[in-house]
């Protein structure tokens, strides 16, 4: 890929945008997949539980997520229209049980106390403000509830060529120290890695991931 093609890359793995967007986040489902379903397990699901998911991309593991415990009701948020269109149409038959809805990035549009369960899959890397976004995380979850945040280390991400263009890079012990700065109680960390094949199409890699689990 050239210069042009990554920034491409990047725009849409930030804000999947038109036919390309969604031709990239079936790509980031097919590649996520497995990384998404750990982090829905981190949340120890009960029945009836209202879940968030903050940066659904095309939501392609709705069905499975609403099979873990019964009377689920899911709320995707996501910044791109793309993603919320195309997420509504691939998962209409779950319309009863889900909503998605656009944001700004920065400001959830929800009141306070709204969900017992948020999950948020490889979207750190764009939070504007991280400290307020988690302060934003914070006052819409429900007193006792499971924030989960899973993202990649900072040294396999590093190695990724379009990474460059508009990604902040964490690693586990930057992230531990963003969360002691806000309200949230850390009480699980997960070190996971896997096999996945490269978004670039230099065959596959090995991806360093750490899944964050917080209470409120």
Do not use: C
């Amino acid at each position: 890929m050239n210069t042009e093609d990554l920034k491409l890359l990047a725009k849409n793995l930030a804000n999947p945008q038109g036919e390309k967007g969604i031709e990239i986040a079936e790509m980031m489902d097919a590649t996520n997949i497995s990384m998404t379903m750990e982090s829905v397990a981190a949340l120890e699901l009960d029945d009836s539980d209202r879940i968030l998911e903050i940066g659904h991309g095309n939501a392609g593991h709705l069905e499975q997520l609403l099979k873990l415990a019964d009377d689920l009701n899911y709320t995707g948020l996501d910044i791109s229209e793309t993603m919320r269109d195309h997420a509504q149409r691939k998962n209409i038959k779950f319309e009863n049980q889900s909503q998605f809805f656009v944001y700004d990035g920065q400001n959830i549009p929800f009141g306070e106390q709204n969900f017992d369960k948020i999950f948020t899959v490889n979207t750190l890397y764009f939070w504007k403000e991280p400290n307020a976004f988690l302060e934003e995380i914070y006052r819409v979850l429900r007193n006792n509830g499971t924030f989960v945040l899973t993202f990649g280390h900072k040294d396999f991400m590093s190695n990724l060529p379009f990474t460059q263009y508009g990604f902040q890079l964490y690693d586990t012990e930057d992230v531990e120290k963003l969360v002691a700065k806000s309200q949230f109680v850390q009480v699980k960390l997960l070190q996971k890695e896997e096999w996945i094949p490269g978004k670039t199409g230099d065959g596959p890699v090995k991806r360093n991931y750490t899944i964050l689990t917080l209470k409120k």
